[in-house]
T-cell receptor, first 111, second 109 residues
Framework: NAGVTQTPKFQVLKTGQSMTLQCAQD?????MSWYRQDPGMGLRLIHY???????DQGEVPNGYNVSRSTTEDFPLRLLSAAPSQTSVYFC??????????FGPGTRLTVL | KNEVEQSPQNLTAQEGEFITINCSYS?????LHWLQQHPGGGIVSLFM?????KKHGRLIATINIQEKHSSLHITASHPRDSAVYIC???????????WGAGTKLIIKP
């Protein structure tokens, strides 16, 4: 039981490049979400999903896309990376009555 | 005004001291979460509360629904408790969490 896995752990991109951050969970949770955490700040919700085929925007969705084709996977796509997207990204899962589980995070630097 | 307020923002204490971190919220909730994040580390869920009190080892979490207030206590604090402690609340019928800004705790040996 791996819980929540994220790949990669670290990534450096050049401005304008695109990439996908992977998130997978093996707990059969309906709810998955992506957050970014900037230095000295709290978590900000980017996108979330309440089940396969259903996604919605959070607080800071611009520049990011998501999809949820399966219960297990919830990838986050950066369409054209910008230095403002330099951050640590966390994926999380949970159910309505359960605790929240977080992946280990992806540290992204955009040059 | 933020919907979830934590206090204090920063707390430094000596090893062995009893620690209290507070969380007040202004919205209706179905549950409140306390989470821990070590420097450069991941985020770990400590407690999920909808009423009363929970205890796990040296950590105790309480919630007063009428007063819209929760506290996280650490007994016999230790340097390894140094971390950021985050309070988050969940709206009824909604999976999303509303996050506090966190309390940075440093325990000195």
């Amino acid at each position: 039981n791996a819980g929540v896995t994220q790949t990669p752990k670290f990534q450096v991109l050049k401005t304008g490049q695109s990439m996908t951050l992977q998130c997978a969970q093996d707990m059969n949770h309906e709810y998955m979400s992506w957050y970014r955490q900037d230095p000295g700040m709290g978590l900000r919700l980017i996108h979330y999903s309440v089940g396969a085929g259903i996604t919605d925007q959070g607080e800071v969705p611009n520049g990011y896309n998501v999809s949820r084709s399966t219960t297990e996977d919830f990838p986050l796509r950066l369409l054209s990376a910008a230095p403002s997207q330099t951050s640590v990204y966390f994926c999380s899962t949970g159910s309505d009555t359960d605790t929240q589980y977080f992946g280990p995070g992806t540290r992204l630097t955009v040059l | 005004k933020n919907e979830v307020e934590q206090s204090p923002q920063n707390l430094t204490a000596q090893e062995g001291e009893f620690i209290t971190i507070n969380c007040s919220y202004s919205v209706g909730i179905s549950a409140l979460h306390w989470l821990q994040q070590h420097p450069g580390g991941g985020i770990v869920s400590l407690f999920m509360l909808s009423s009363g009190k929970k205890k796990h080892g040296r950590l105790i979490a309480t919630i007063n629904i009428q007063e819209k207030h929760s506290s996280l206590h650490i007994t016999a604090s230790h340097p390894r408790d140094s971390a950021v402690y985050i309070c988050a609340v969940k709206n009824p019928g909604n999976y999303q969490l509303i996050w506090g800004a966190g309390t940075k705790l440093i325990i000195k040996p």
